[in-house]
């Protein structure tokens, strides 16, 4: 990792927290201010009154927590020191023209320690989790010799990882059958601006 290669995560980061606020005002604006002239609708009709509205919109935020979208959640990882995690004991380098270092294509958040050490990635649209290349793996795993580019440095799940009762890895670990691979690229799935009303 370069030296600026910090400063320009946080950039990014930045930009993408700003971007994501300034739409989500937009679309607060917008939600707020058509509830507003629906309520004030029916009121004047005289369809339904305050009282129930309140307990409409109770009912109703209590649903839309439980709806609250994945990638809208901050995820970390919740281990102790990655630094005293034991081995699992696998002889990565002899298997890995079988399985093609595939743990390094599966999904997982970083930890506090991680990102205090400012050393492994993660997406910015999607805070804490291991950020990875459109091939599916780990922007770290080396696509020609899918070694580790942080290893000092390797997150708590790398470092606790086995691999050995994984049927994603293995058909059967001890005679070294791997399962079919199956690493999918990953879209980065960017949000078109919201449409203003028009006045
Ligand atoms: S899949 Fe298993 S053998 Fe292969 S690199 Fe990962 S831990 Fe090592
Ligand atoms: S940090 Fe290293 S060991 Fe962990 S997934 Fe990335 S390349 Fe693999």
Not at 112 to 138: K, N, T
Request: net charge negative.
């Amino acid at each position: 990792m370069s030296d600026d290669e910090p400063v320009r995560d946080l950039t990014s980061a930045l930009r993408f927290l700003q971007v994501a606020v300034a739409r989500q005002r937009e679309d607060h604006e917008r939600v707020d201010a058509t509830l507003e002239a629906l309520m004030a609708a029916l009121i004047e009709a005289g369809v339904i009154t305050d009282e129930a509205i309140d307990d409409h919109l109770m009912v109703a935020s209590r649903t839309a927590r439980q709806r609250r979208p994945e990638e809208l959640s901050v995820r970390l990882w919740s281990g102790d020191d990655k630094y005293a995690i034991p081995d699992p004991g696998i002889d990565c380098e002899a298997r890995m023209h079988l399985c093609q270092g595939r743990c390094c294509s599966f999904d997982f958040p970083l930890s506090e320690q991680d990102l205090d050490e400012g050393q492994v990635r993660w997406r910015h649209h999607q805070p804490y989790m291991i950020a990875q290349r459109e091939d599916g793996y780990c922007v770290h795993n080396d696509p020609a010799t899918r070694g580790c580019g942080v290893y000092a440095h390797r997150p708590g799940t790398c470092r606790q990882y086995s691999c050995r009762t994984d049927k994603r890895v293995w058909i059967d670990f001890e005679a070294r059958i791997p399962a079919p691979l199956d690493v999918r690229p990953r879209l980065i799935e960017i949000r078109r601006p919201a449409k203003k009303p028009t006045p």
